[in-house]
């Protein structure tokens, strides 16, 4: 290499070294400093459980839709805080366990500033024993039908990530034990106000239909179911209650109190309180006779779904949990068509009770023996109740979670609590960070190949010109 060209040379290497340096600092600059996870909790106190759902997500990215998960969740042994009514101080004692789960799961250090939410049903004394754990207590709340009702839209629709895209939402619908909710965005007017609620998330306006029947959760469905049923039957036959909706050869001593111990139903004074509860395995009379507990003879409305109540066409994909899920997963109905469905529960309610119990020696009586019930309740609810058909019925998905989080109204209710679905749309960086990385490295290589055609060119031009000198 002659030594004129030692300036151009030394000059090419500092611009390389300076860009090579240019990006590298600006690539480690720009990393996403994920400081660590911060943490949520929520109790949501049902009327058959009570669990504590702990949330995690990177406090960068708290914003953004998606990052939110379900780190662990809880269950409360015995049937839940809300069974605790005559034992207050019982409630706060049988959170002990899941609380000090959560002291396990969620870092010492960011005990204090991790939220707990308590919603549902709820007692003050477990206020109290919540309280005495090292997080941050934000009070106990009584959630409204229509609150958890949305609140379980956004978190499916949140683990979705619909909320960020303009496409279609994802109708919610959720069964508990006491109370039943159906939520959607509907494609016409709602036509009454207690029923419509809106949103305006990420920039986006949602206007939801959501309604909660309360006494129509699927035990307090059985209760109205049963009531209904000894009214008509205990007067002429005060011994046997014959039940369409239990196994041929089912046959368990029942009080008249035990289906009538609930608001959901009037009181039934009868002489003669003991009654055997009778199978008869007979689903399209289990059907008949679940259709008694829904009135749809009255409508003020353009259109109603039960009981007078104002519903538009249901729209969309839906997303079914809870009890939804917990029924018809047992029964493997996930994804039949509504025709194949009730082929198959025909066929499963007609089984003797002998046969249902030695095919599943593990699972509890009490709830082995509503499976029947329970699916032609649901089939009931959202064929006649809600009015889906066997056209939209394969738009139902029955889900329990949506990647690790479980679907219910906890998630969406810490989300609206903690602000962290704004309102606008945060702003979003020009590309994500790797595009960012790849854009920064390419940038570089074509500058340096440019340095080195210039380069090039500028020795062969000399050499050409030293040339015709010669
Ligand atoms: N693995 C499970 C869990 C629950 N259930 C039943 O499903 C129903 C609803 O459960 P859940 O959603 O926990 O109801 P709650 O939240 O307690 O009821 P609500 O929301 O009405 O207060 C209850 O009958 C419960 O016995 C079930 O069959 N299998
Ligand atoms: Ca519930």
């Given at each position: 290499?002659e030594r004129r060209?030692m300036?151009?040379v030394?000059?090419?290497?500092a ?5 090579i340096?240019?990006v590298?600092?600006?690539?480690v600059?720009?990393?996403?400093l994920?400081?660590?996870?911060k943490y ?12 504590v ?8 990215k708290?914003n953004n ?18 069974s605790?009514?005559a034992?207050?101080q ?8 899941c ?18 939410y ?11 024993s ?5 997080f941050?207590?934000q ?7 229509q ?17 960020r ?6 109708g919610?619908l959720?069964l ?19 029923n419509?609620i809106d949103?305006r998330l990420?920039g986006n306006?949602?206007?939801l ?8 959760g699927?035990d307090?469905a ?10 008509s039957?205990?007067k002429?036959d ?10 041929p ?6 009080t008249?109190p ?7 139903t009037k ?9 055997l509860h009778?199978?008869?395995g007979n689903?399209?009379q289990?059907?008949?006779?679940i259709?008694?507990?829904?009135n ?14 104002f ?8 997303g ?6 917990f ?6 109905l996930?994804?039949?068509s ?18 249902i119990?030695g095919?599943?020696?593990k ?9 029947c ?8 609810l ?5 009015k ?6 394969k738009?139902?998905?029955?889900i329990?979670?949506?990647g690790?989080s479980d679907?219910?109204w906890?998630?969406g ?16 960086p020009?590309?994500p ?23 090039l ?13 010669i």
């Open positions: 290499m060209y300036p151009v030394i000059f090419l290497a611009i390389t070294v300076g860009i340096i240019m590298v600092i600006s690539v600059q720009n990393k996403p994920y400081q660590k996870y949520g909790i929520v109790l949501d106190a049902g009327s058959s459980h009570t669990s759902f702990i949330y995690e997500w990177p406090a960068e708290e839709t998606g990052m939110v998960q379900q780190k662990h969740t809880c269950n409360v042994k015995g049937k839940g805080i809300s605790y009514s034992n207050p019982g409630a706060g004692a049988s959170l002990q366990e609380m000090n789960e959560a002291k396990q799961k969620i870092p010492a250090h960011r005990h204090p500033e991790t939220p707990v308590l919603g549902a049903t709820v007692l003050d004394s477990v206020a109290l919540l309280k005495s754990y090292p941050s207590y009070g106990a709340r009584i959630i409204s039908g609150e958890e009702g949305a609140f379980g839209w956004i978190t499916v629709n949140y683990l979705s990530e619909n909320l895209k303009p496409t279609g939402t994802l919610a959720d508990g034990g006491a109370s039943t909710q159906i939520t959607f965005v509907p494609q016409q007017k709602i036509e009454s106000s207690d419509s949103f990420y306006n949602y206007h239909y959501t309604h909660s029947f309360l006494c129509y699927k307090q059985l209760k109205l179911s049963m009531g209904k049923k000894l009214e039957t205990l002429t005060p011994i046997e209650l014959r039940d369409p909706c239990f196994h050869g089912y046959k368990v001593p029942r008249v035990d289906v009538f111990n609930t608001p959901c009181e039934l004074k009868l002489a003669n309180e003991n009654f009778v199978g008869l689903w399209s289990c059907q008949q006779s259709r008694k507990v829904f749809t003879s009255i409508c003020s409305y353009s259109k109603c779904s039960f009981n007078g109540v519903q538009p066409s249901v729209y969309g994909d839906f079914a949990f809870s009890a939804f899920f029924v018809m997963d047992f029964l493997n996930t994804s039949d509504l025709a194949t469905t009730k082929e198959k529960l025909a066929a499963y309610c007609s089984t003797p009770w002998e046969k119990v095919n599943h020696p699972i509890d009586q009490k709830y082995l023996s509503e499976y019930f329970s699916a032609t309740y649901i089939l009931t959202l064929e006649d109740g809600y889906f058909t066997s056209n939209n019925w738009d139902i998905r029955f329990k979670k949506i690790d679907a219910g906890t998630l209710y810490m989300l609206n609590l903690t602000n962290m679905i704004p309102a606008e749309a945060p702003d979003m020009l590309m960070y790797g595009g960012y990385v790849t854009f920064m490295f390419f940038f570089a290589l074509l500058i340096l190949v440019l340095l080195l055609l210039v380069y060119y500028f020795h062969r031009s000399t050499r050409t010109a030293q040339k015709d000198i």
